[in-house]
């Protein structure tokens, strides 16, 4: 079946910092790859998608590249902001297994100190 | 864009009673809704997807007649909870897309809070 991996939480940054947020994913057909972040008492944002292998989504300063080689899809960001603290989801869908359903990562909670 | 709009936000209720979520689509049509249940510090665990004009499809392990799933429009699924208790306290959200996006629901709801006391 589907499955995806993101490396444990939580990370702690110092404003300014790179920040690399590790993700992983087993799947059966050809999905498509998406990070969402959750920031406090909210539902879930989409911050960038990729749908094809070496495909890079990019949103807001972060970017993740689609690696079929590796099958991973780390989301990266150059100088993270206090503002970017919050919950991010790494997940994927594969239509012709599973439809329009997502699947998700653990989740990595990420808080920048000022 | 597209924006999917959940209600309530949050409920406090007595054991034993139910209550509603709703989740409405606001500028598209939603032929097919997710309901997602989120333990605290934890991953979306998906419950049901829901298809417009027909019975749910739950995921194993979710008790069809505990959390009722009602897609009676394009715009709007229910979640109800029946006879919550407190071990159904939770996060719930909701997730749509429409039949013109060839790609994974993008919308989801803003979530609601539920605590069963």
């Known amino acids: 079946g589907n499955s995806v991996t993101q490396m444990e939480g939580p990370v702690t940054l110092s404003e300014e910092a790179f920040l690399t947020i590790n993700c992983t994913y087993t799947a059966t057909g050809y999905p498509s790859l998406f990070w969402y972040v959750q920031y406090p008492g909210e539902g879930l944002q989409l911050l960038l998608k990729?749908?094809?292998?070496?495909d890079k989504g990019s949103n807001k300063g972060f970017e993740a590249t689609y690696r079929k080689e590796t099958t991973s899809f780390h989301l990266e960001k150059g100088s993270v902001q206090v503002s970017d603290s919050a919950v991010y989801f790494c997940a994927l869908s594969d239509r012709e297994t599973s439809g329009s359903r997502l699947t998700f990562g653990e989740g990595t909670q990420l808080t920048v100190n000022p | 864009g597209a924006v999917v709009s959940q209600h309530p936000s949050w409920v406090i209720c007595k054991s034993g009673t139910s209550v509603k979520i709703e989740c409405r689509s606001l500028?598209?049509?939603?032929?097919?809704m997710f309901w997602y249940r989120q333990f605290p510090k934890q991953s979306l665990m998906l419950m049901a997807t829901s298809n417009e004009g027909s019975k749910a499809t739950y995921e194993q392990g979710v008790e069809k007649d505990k959390f009722l799933i009602n897609h009676a429009s394009l715009t709007l699924s229910t979640l109800t909870v029946t006879s919550a208790h407190p071990e159904d306290s939770s996060f719930y959200i909701c997730?749509?897309?429409?039949?013109?996006?060839?790609?994974?629901?993008?919308?989801f709801g803003n979530g609601t809070r539920l605590t069963v006391t």
């Open positions: 990729a749908t094809k292998a070496d």
């Open positions: 500028d598209f049509q939603a032929t097919t």
């Open positions: 997730s749509a897309t429409g039949s013109t996006e060839g790609d994974s629901p993008l919308h």
